[in-house]
Every structure is written in C-alpha cells, then in structure tokens.
C-alpha cells in the first residue's frame, strides 16, 4: 500500500518561504495527479495546487496564485510545493494527495473526492 508523506512545514514569519515536501512510500511513482489541500483550524480542507504527472499542468487556488508553486520531481518520487510571501493566513496544516484512478481532466482538480491518496499533514504556522 503507497503512503504520502509530507515534510517542510513550520514556523516563519511573514513575508518568508518556506518549501514543502512530498514523498511517497513506494519506489515507482504511479500517480496521474498530485495536489496539495490545507486546513487551518476550525476551517474546512481547501485546495491550494494541484499538477499533472503526465503533463506538468498545474492548477492554483486563487489564494496562493503567484506566491506559491507546485513542482513535480523524479528523484525520490517527490512533489514540491515553494511557498513565497507567506501570510498568516497561509497558516494550516498541509496535506499531500494523490489520485491514481483518474486522468487530469476528468475530475476537478480542486476537489477532494478526486484524490485516493492522502498524506498526514505538516503544520505550516505563519506569524503577522
């Protein structure tokens, strides 16, 4: 069974970077699409970027469009999320998601039932 696992996360301030990692347990990476959500407390789970592994399409939630990019790697099959101009209200926890039953454009990449796997979060804490 492939498990996400995500890393990078912490505390900075504002106006600071900060990348995000996502690994996968498996040595052969399978997925059609990788994202990444985030919740902040007492919120529901957003979408915040998505990309195809086929292709290199990416998909940004307003939010974070030109502070933040998502970027796929080979080695060590891993997913990166450069995350720049941090706010505070950027402040969540981060999860990884997978979706290896879909092609890009069949599913909406913003939605959350169109990803099968799912990693445990990394906190990301953005001081004002």
């Known amino acids: 069974q492939v498990q996400l696992l995500e890393s990078g996360g912490g505390l900075v301030h504002a106006g600071d970077s900060l990348r995000l990692s996502c690994a996968a347990s498996?040595?052969?990476?399978?997925?059609?699409?990788m994202g990444w959500f985030r919740q902040a407390p007492g919120k529901e789970r957003e979408f915040v970027a998505a990309?195809?592994?086929?292709?290199?399409?990416?998909e940004y939630a307003d939010s974070v469009k030109d502070r933040f990019t998502i970027s796929g790697a080979s080695a060590k099959n891993t997913v990166y999320l450069q995350m720049n101009s941090l706010k505070h209200g950027d402040t969540a926890i981060y999860y990884c998601?997978?979706?290896?039953?879909?092609?890009?454009?069949?599913?909406?990449?913003?939605?959350?039932?169109?990803?099968?796997?799912w990693g445990q979060g990394t906190q990301v804490t953005v001081s004002s």
């Open positions: 998601a997978g979706d290896s039953l879909r092609s890009w454009s069949s599913c909406p990449r913003s939605s959350r039932g169109c990803y099968d796997y």
């Open positions: 498996a040595r052969t990476f399978s997925m059609h699409s």
């Open positions: 990309i195809s592994r086929s292709t290199g399409t990416t």
